[in-house]
């Protein structure tokens, strides 16, 4: 490339990244009126090559096995969700027993699109969606926070972003353990030995009340330490989640 | 061989809009390739990337991801060129 027009491209494009950089800055909602229809470009052309396969082929038994698995994971979760509730509906009778409201969006790029763990999606602060409040996948699986939001998207920030701490408890008996993200949806925890997990055992998230995030998929033990290591396998797989409920 | 300009422009324009299509890893590849043509090219890829996804916290993947691919591709376009003289 001659020094003439590398000069005018390196102008060029930093003069966008100017533009884009203070478009983010100071009116997000207008870069992403602008994104959002490059990443729904993206999901249609996804829509399409899936839709393209023919029912006897290997890849569309391969999405319908998917898709099942998805369906039963959240099916698990809920199953879950619901014992879990009724549990401690039951220890704390008279309780608050009325759903809890919120907002339905649609997931405009996730990993691995994303670089981070996050979800962009449709919806913002004029749906009522605030930081900090908790997105929910399907079966009611938690999955993260808002971490940033304007007036038409938001940011979730993945509870499995890698280095990411949250509280949480494991097993019938709810024993309170540290989750730590491990990035692309798993968690790692470490417990004492003594303390009895098993393989399969579900693991909730502490707060208003426990919500199953997923269950405990193996147990590291290393004779010469007093802890376990547990590798946490997650309900909802944030590779393919479409939409999620914010929580109000 | 001399690469046609269309090319070039094509790949920088992928690569573009892989950041929205595209897995990241693909993405960085294309950046790569974006940075033999023009190397600041994977720098502004990174940047934007970064602005249409940094969720707030940690590192700028994209920004740091994206100049140092700048700086591979410029020293391979270094070499390539002393090599040809």
Known sequence: MSTGIAGITAGVLTLTILIILLLRLFVPSVL?????????????????????????????LVLTRDQLTQENAALRAENTALLAKTADLTKLLG??????????????ARPPVAPYDVLIIDQGTNAGV???AQARGTGGTPIGTVGQADS???????????????NAWV???????????????????S?????GIK?????????????????VAHIEADPSSASTE???RPYTNPFSSTWVTIAR | MTIPRYAKVAVVVLSGLSLFWLPWGVTAVLMFCAALVFPPASLALGIIADVLYYPGTGYLIGTLTGAILAIIAALVRHFVKTRIM
């Open chain 1, 191 to 195: 417990l004492p030995k003594e303390a």
């Open chain 1, 130 to 132: 605030q930081i900090g």
């Open chain 1, 171 to 189: 097993g019938d008996t709810r024993i309170p353990i540290t989750l730590t993200g491990a990035g692309a949806g798993a968690f790692t925890a």
């Open chain 1, 230 to 232: 547990l590798d946490v």
């Open chain 1, 152 to 166: 038409n998207q938001s940011r979730i920030t993945l509870y499995s972003t890698h280095g990411i701490q949250s």
């Open chain 1, 95 to 108: 309780g608050r027993t009325e759903p809890e409201k919120g907002v339905v969006a649609n997931v405009l």
């Open chain 1, 32 to 60: 992403g009126f602008i994104s959002k229809p490059f990443w729904s470009v993206g999901e249609a052309l996804t829509n399409m090559v899936h839709g393209t396969a023919t029912t006897d082929s290997k890849v569309s």
């Open chain 1, 199 to 215: 393989v399969g055992d579900g693991v909730y998230l502490a707060g208003n009340g426990a919500f199953p995030v997923g269950t």
